[in-house]
């Protein structure tokens, strides 16, 4: 007797709906172990809303891998819709946590998958590789500024649930304003805990800043005030309006980018102090957020002053 056409169809199914069962229980438990090991009261960086907008609350983690998000569509002069439609996918595919598992063999903030042509593993669990990747062929998409935040994502992300993308959308142009500086010390972070061990240093800070808004963010070495001048701690970066915001004449709005970025990125850095246009946030003191403080000349007035941890 033939088997009908049709079993092989509603097995298919059924192993497509018990795998995506089985990553919403993996991710469920990694976000519960998260909260029982964070718990009430653990760092938090929060995005003051815009009017009668409900705050929003990321932990170090989230604000961290948002804020790199952020940065590569800078490093790469696209607009803020550009982010914000990255933002919401990251939010709904990861919860803006690089996990290391997924629905097949999807993995990292985007739920990229090695054998669609996304790239190894090893690459796409690589926050800057793995957004810089999903711009790309965002910026493939004809239009995509102009079309629905579900419609564009889905070009990229080919989900098999595309209007999930649609809840994120007022949370990720919230934090889309305050990563690039347009919303001007949206971002605090009530403390800056360091994450793991590893030493941070100013070093660090550089290495990184470069890597996610490229090699000109920072001036050349031999030049006045060369890899972001400063002692071992220290890091001053020179506001240069980039992109748009070059076009527009807005170097405050870059310097806010980048003062911003390091907030989100001061856990994982042991940054414990920020200070640009006349504001100051310090780790040590952190609950009461950017504080006014005079900068002692014009020129620290225009950079964003970093002090870290050794």
């Known amino acids: 007797m033939s088997v009908p056409s049709s079993v092989p169809v509603r097995r298919s199914r059924l192993w497509r709906v018990s795998a995506a069962v089985c990553v919403l229980i993996g991710l469920a438990g990694y976000l519960l172990v998260q909260y029982i090991t964070a718990g009430p009261g653990a760092p938090r960086c929060t995005v003051r809303g ?29 607009p803020e819709r550009a982010v914000t439609i990255a933002l919401a996918t990251a939010m709904q595919e990861s919860g803006l946590r690089n996990i290391d598992f997924g ?53 990229v992300q080919h989900s098999g649930y595309p209007q999930a993308y649609a809840k994120h959308e007022a949370d990720a142009a919230q934090l889309t304003g305050a990563l ?50 400063g002692d071992g701690r220290g890091v001053t970066i020179p506001v240069r309006a980039a992109g748009s915001m070059a076009a527009a004449g807005d170097s405050q709005r870059r310097g806010w980018e980048l003062a ?26 952190s609950g009461k957020g950017w504080q ?11 950079d964003v002053r970093l002090v870290t941890g050794q």
Request: proline residues 6%; charged residues 20%.
């Open 50 to 78: 815009e009017g009668d907008a409900k705050p929003y609350e990321l932990s170090p983690e989230q604000a961290a891998n948002a804020a790199t998000i952020a940065a590569v569509g800078s490093s790469r002069g696209l």
């Open 103 to 155: 629905d097949r063999d999807s993995v990292g903030l985007f739920q990229q998958r090695p054998s669609q042509d996304w790239g190894t593993v090893q690459k796409i669990m690589d926050p800057v590789y793995s957004a810089g990747e999903f711009y790309r062929h965002l910026a493939n998409v004809p239009g995509y500024s102009r079309l629905p935040l579900t419609v564009a994502a889905q070009r």
């Open 180 to 229: 690039t500086g347009r919303d001007r010390g949206a971002m605090t972070c009530n403390e800056s805990r360091p994450v793991d061990s590893t030493a941070g240093g100013a070093a660090k800070v550089r290495e990184k800043l470069r890597r996610e808004f490229g090699p000109g963010v920072l001036p050349r070495a031999g030049v006045a005030g060369g890899s972001g001048a």
């Open 260 to 285: 911003t970025w390091a907030m989100a990125h001061s856990a994982e850095l042991h940054i414990e102090q920020i200070s640009y246009a006349g504001r100051t946030w310090t780790a040590a003191d």
């Open 292 to 302: 006014e403080r005079p900068a002692a000349s014009a020129s620290a007035a225009r």
